[in-house]
């Protein structure tokens, strides 16, 4: 428990880093907010094939302080370029 307490302090701290440079004023508790509203939606689409519809991964609509966040912090185009490790999905 401790250990990912420390690395969640961590990981927060050097994203709140990361976003002071770029100019962010708020507190660690307001960029967790504006964070926790950057969501990414799954849309199932259907290819007219047998099988598994293909699912489509885009970010919800933001405010101008989200979209300003995420775009600082480079993470507005993550998702198209997901990991890809056999076996494993990062969205499922």
């Given at each position: ?36 509203n950057i969501r990414l939606g ?9 099988g598994k519809p293909k699912a ?37």
């Amino acid at each position: 428990h401790n250990f990912c307490c420390v690395i969640a302090y961590l990981m927060t701290s050097l994203i709140y880093k990361a976003a002071r440079e770029k100019g962010f004023m708020g507190s660690i508790d307001t960029l967790l907010d504006l964070l926790e509203n950057i969501r990414l939606g799954t849309i199932f689409e259907d290819t007219g094939k047998k099988g598994k519809p293909k699912a489509v991964y885009k970010l919800e609509v933001m405010d101008s302080a989200e979209r300003k966040l995420a775009e600082d912090l480079q993470i507005m185009n993550l998702h198209e370029n997901s990991m890809k490790l056999k076996g494993f999905g990062v969205y499922i």
